[in-house]
């Protein structure tokens, strides 16, 4: 079937007649539309950059990719694994061809299973799934298919505090086995091609909801992915906005690309700048073909489309029951060959044309070539960019590292005023200690609450950039944890420095370094679960309720509330497993210990002047320094491993 003339604005790009490979090439419009064409010529639109996305002189070359899926369909389990209530089929039989070079519209209307087939199709859906996708008509290997693909979701889940040229260096730097100055040279590429050469320096937080999608695209756009998926990619954008990213769309596809996106219900305009269709109502096909054929396709069926009726609102308001409920008849049609069989009858009556100067270019010896499973950079290089990414990022992030710093120095000067020049008193032993507790207390939390933040609000970006293969597991949790642990030390130590020598404990260095170093462990220890409890957590108001319910069991063993002896028997245990106890413990050892000199009395007696005393009181008298420093070493070990291990997990139950 002959598509419509593609617009003058819309794309520019020298095209040649050639033979068809795939079936997938652009027919060349008809002489009616081509007058029609030339009669507009004379409105001398503006040319539009984004449009010219094909035209990439540093791209990587990659083999055009043909994916093809037969009997495809995909159940879930109803109810809870402990009240199990059968299985829904959300996609039923499913089967389809979509070649490069094509823009292909998924389109249905809502609960039809859009997004699941696409989800299906991108390898990120495998539990449930029956049925067999080929690519180039060989069986999907998953993890070298995910190498040669990218999927770009409906919300556009960026790093707010990066700009955008450095977002992009990010992933030229990932993707890119290249020189800095290749890598530079197709960046600038890419952001002039996509319109974004202008907000290069603007951090993405500050973005329009066009420029985050243009940006979204030209991320995964830098190793020159073959297959690209896009769900909803006009969602929440106006009409000039939608039209931009379709039309980016199209111009990916002219330079050989296989694109595949869900869309809602798009304008007449956008609707007519798709080459194929494959339309679901019920988990069903209720069409496959080209956005011409439609409607004549319809027509066979008995099916008209009002004259100035938008097509695509026509066949959702069909697929939606509003003219009665036709889907057995789309079904049967589908089924029995009806769109196939009509698309060929057409075919039969048009001059196949396409490009000939793309950047992808479909060699018959390229056609099998099989892509490496492994990343394009090493574990160690990844971990050095993500690593300097973070950075970044915790330093520009005003709220995490700004006021964690200043609240950290305020409350440190506060308990300073309050508990000021108490160290040396042998009347006020119970008030050091509380400040002494209290201390740990706050380290504690200070570390606690914004780590248990940190996975639930980047776990969407790290989930995008893991599926789409920029980097491995390990070198992203490597990075992330170990780029917060120089805060985490410095704040402990400005807290410490500020409230050890205004309430004027021992004047002796080894005491001063014993309380800092303990201070610090107990705090990244607390940073450690905090990690673990926002890693597990199903959401951010989940993660914020059990991370401070989870310290409330940690304090009540800790040993200040109540001393090892007076808990019950069979509550012991839980002793050992606080690792507040410890710190706590080594601060007191670190205070009292060490063959401390009498405390200043300035009363007639003093209950508490021998430091002993004070020991045998909290029955920390036999407790050992270096004992504290290894359990407190070994909870960061387990905590940690933990974390890492739990992010496994939501890793593959993702899929």
Request: with cysteine.
């Amino acid at each position: 079937m002959a598509e419509e003339a593609v617009e003058p604005e819309s794309v520019s790009i020298p095209m040649e007649e050639a033979v068809m490979c795939n079936g997938g090439g652009q027919p060349q419009a008809p002489p009616q539309q081509q007058q029609e064409a030339s009669m507009l010529t004379h409105l001398k639109k503006v040319e539009n950059q984004i449009t010219e996305a094909q035209r990439f002189s540093h791209l990587p070359k990659r083999s055009a990719v043909d994916l093809e899926f037969t009997d495809l369909s995909y159940t879930i389990q109803e109810g809870p694994c402990w009240r199990k209530r059968g299985f829904k089929a959300l996609l039923k039989c499913l089967s389809g061809r979509f070649c490069s070079r094509e823009l292909i519209g998924i389109m249905g209307p809502s609960g039809a299973g859009k997004s699941t087939l696409m989800n299906i199709l991108a390898g990120y859906r495998e539990t449930g799934m029956k049925g067999q996708i080929l690519v180039n008509g060989k069986p999907r290997d998953l993890r070298t298919f995910r190498k040669m693909s990218c999927y770009i979701m409906q919300d556009d889940m960026l790093l707010p505090h990066l700009t955008v040229q450095e977002a992009m260096m990010v992933s030229a730097n990932l993707k890119l086995n290249e020189t800095m100055e290749v890598k530079k040279q197709l960046v600038n590429e890419i952001l002039t091609a996509l319109g974004l050469h202008e907000c290069a320096h603007t951090r993405t937080g500050s973005l329009s909801g066009g420029q985050c999608k243009r940006l979204a695209i030209a991320l995964e756009l830098v190793n020159n992915p073959p297959v690209m998926f896009f769900d909803e990619p006009t969602s929440g954008l106006d009409s000039a906005s939608c039209y931009q990213v379709v039309s980016l769309m199209r111009s990916l596809a002219l330079g050989g690309r296989t694109i595949i996106c869900t869309i809602h219900q798009p304008s007449a305009k956008l609707f007519e700048m798709f080459n194929k269709l494959y339309i679901l109502s019920q988990g069903q096909c209720i069409y496959k073909g080209t956005v011409p054929h439609l409607i004549p396709y319809l027509k066979t069926l008995g099916l008209y489309c009002p004259t100035y009726h938008n097509p695509a609102d026509f066949i959702i308001e069909v697929a939606s029951g509003e003219y009665g409920d036709l889907n057995p008849v789309l079904f049967e049609a589908v089924q029995g060959g009806l769109c196939d069989l009509e698309e060929k009858k057409n075919q039969g009556e048009i001059i196949d044309t396409f490009l000939t100067w793309v950047s992808l270019l479909p060699c018959p010896q390229d056609s099998g070539h099989i892509e490496s499973h492994t990343f394009a950079t090493s574990t160690l290089t990844q971990f050095c960019i993500l690593f300097k990414r973070t950075f970044i990022t915790i330093c520009r992030d005003q709220v995490l590292t700004h006021l964690r710093l200043m609240s950290h120095i305020s409350i440190g000067v506060l308990i300073g005023l309050l508990y000021l020049n108490i160290g040396n008193d042998a009347s006020k032993v119970f008030n050091n200690t509380g400040f002494l507790f209290f201390s740990m207390l706050f380290l504690m939390f200070g570390a606690l609450m914004p780590t248990v933040l940190t996975f639930p609000l980047e776990m969407s970006v790290f989930m995008r950039e893991h599926l789409n293969y920029w980097y491995s597991l390990k070198a992203y949790y490597l990075a992330k944890t170990m780029a917060d642990i120089p805060f985490q030390v410095i704040c402990p130590i400005m807290y410490c420095s500020i409230v050890y020598w205004m309430t004027e404990q021992p004047p002796e260095a080894s005491r001063y370094l014993l309380f800092i170093a303990l201070s610090t462990c107990t705090a990244l220890v607390a940073q450690s679960l905090g990690l673990l409890v926002g890693a597990a957590s199903t959401s951010l108001q989940v993660a914020t309720f059990v991370g401070p319910v989870t310290a409330i069991p940690v304090l009540l063993f800790s040993g200040f509330f109540v001393n090892f002896d007076t808990i019950p028997k069979y509550l012991q245990w839980s002793s050992y497993v606080s690792y507040v106890r410890y710190g706590f413990e080594g601060v007191i050892l670190s205070i009292y210990g060490m063959n401390r000199s009498e405390l200043e009395c300035p009363a007639k007696v003093c209950k508490f002047q021998q430091p002993v005393e004070v020991l045998q009181l909290l029955d920390v008298e036999d407790a050992k320094l270096y004992v504290d420093f290894i359990v407190l070493g070994i909870f960061f070990v387990i905590l940690r491993l933990a974390t890492y291990i739990v992010l496994r997990y939501k890793v593959k139950s993702e899929r």
